[in-house]
């Protein structure tokens, strides 16, 4: 076998053999909304304990649907000019971390973002607290848009260069959900949250 052959067959079996890049998992649950038993496990539909009269109807308005080739898709009916929206279950925020969701949506026009939450006043702290018990205190830079196909968005907490005063609402989170919110009729598919680190969020 001619050398400039044999580099070539070696290098290629070195490619093929090394081993396959880290896999970033989801922070969130049931992102692709397939739980076989409850395919909205994971995610906040019901604003009833709000008392808020434009979200009281809300859980009735999100569904899963089939669209095309997609199944378990989560579809938006409507509701008005106070739209529809969901959460995922909220997440501890772990500082000097970064937060990155994307998502598959179609419809809208949407609004998407990292709300960022405390405990309400009078709420002893502890884990896996229920949304009624929380209080938003933050938002990060929202996607906005609308489409008649389907379109991949990101978002990312922070997504902006932190003032001290951002800051200063940031220390106060402790917990995070992604928040979908639509105006009109649409479509969300493929729901994922990944972390990497971040010296700007290490306060």
Known sequence: MRPSLLVFVLSALLVHAAPPGPVRRSVIENGNFDDPTAPLKGWIIDYAFTGNSHYVGN?????????????????????????????????????????????????????????????????????NPELGELRMVYQSKATTGSSGEWKQEKFELPGVNLSQQAIEHLKKVRYLTVYIWMAKPGFVDNVVVTKTADPAMNF
């Open 59 to 127: 859980k009735s308005r999100v569904s899963i649907a089939t669209e095309g080739a997609r199944k378990n898709i989560v579809q938006f009916g409507s509701a008005g000019d106070a739209g529809v929206k969901m959460e995922s279950l909220a997440l501890p925020l772990e500082p000097g971390f970064k937060y990155t969701c994307s998502l598959d949506i179609k419809g809208g026009g949407y609004r998407v973002y990292f709300a960022g939450y405390q405990f309400a006043p009078g709420v002893r702290p502890h884990e």
